[in-house]
């Protein structure tokens, strides 16, 4: 069975500031790795994901994530901050075969400050 | 943006009560998927479908029941409302093996209080 750890809850972040949000899985198996986003009253929305090839990850609003098979992580970054991405920051992991379930972290809230 | 629907977005209704959360997707999906997220915590998958006429049972245990007549929708019953039923409830779907690795589509979602 796959598990998805999130390291810190809460995140605080002065606008224009670099931010790296940590997520750490477990697996026995091969996996995908996805980072979703969720504002307010809303559902996820996919910023993100890891399939194969290159462990450099680039997604949308400016994020990217960086796949480590050794240490079985995928950290999640983003150079310069906006207020607009304050947000729920989910990682979530699935596996190659079978219903693909997602196994997802318990997230982590970004929060912009001016 | 992906195509996936929730009714009602929000819903207060008293204990004992038979309810029903639509979810509907324009995107031709064999995969659907209910999850439940309380406050503050993880999403647990409760309820899954390989296409139409399967379902199957999540990870983690509900009371709630689902139904797949037809591929675009995927309604869940709570034949008997609780208070302990009070959650988000968020729907998926999501591409085939090979199309997208199991890129999942969330809908918006229904958050249920249960007086």
């Known amino acids: 069975a796959q598990s998805v750890t999130q390291l810190d809850s809460q995140v605080p972040v002065f606008e224009e500031a670099p931010v790296e949000l940590r997520c750490n899985y477990s697996?026995?198996?091969?996996?995908?790795l996805f980072w979703y986003v969720q504002y307010p009253n809303q559902g996820l929305q996919l910023l993100l994901k890891?399939?194969?090839?290159?462990?450099l990850v680039k997604g949308i609003n400016g994020f990217e994530a960086d796949y480590n098979k050794s240490q079985t992580s995928f950290h999640l970054r983003k150079p310069s901050v906006h207020i607009s991405d304050t947000a729920e920051y989910v990682c979530?992991?699935?596996?190659?075969?079978?219903?693909?379930?997602?196994?997802f972290g318990q997230g982590t809230r970004l929060t912009i400050n001016p | 943006e992906a195509d996936i629907y929730q009714t009602p977005r929000y819903l207060v209704i008293g204990t004992g009560k038979k309810i029903t959360l639509e979810c509907s997707q324009t995107m031709g999906h064999d995969k659907m998927y209910w999850y439940q997220q309380d406050p503050g915590m993880e999403l647990h998958l409760i309820h899954y479908?390989?296409?139409?006429?399967?379902?199957e049972k999540g990870d983690l245990s509900s009371e709630s029941t689902v139904s797949r007549i037809r591929t675009e929708h995927f309604p869940l019953t709570l034949e008997s409302a609780r208070p302990s039923h009070t959650s988000q409830y968020l729907c998926?779907?999501?591409?085939?093996?090979?199309?997208?690795?199991?890129?999942?589509?969330f809908g918006p979602g229904t958050r249920l209080t249960v007086l």
């Open positions: 479908s390989y296409g139409v006429n399967s379902t």
């Open positions: 998926a779907s999501s591409d085939p093996p090979g199309q997208g690795g199991n890129e999942q589509f």
């Open positions: 979530a992991v699935s596996d190659w075969g079978g219903a693909q379930k997602l196994v």
């Open positions: 890891y399939l194969s090839g290159s462990t």
């Open positions: 697996s026995s198996v091969s996996v995908y």
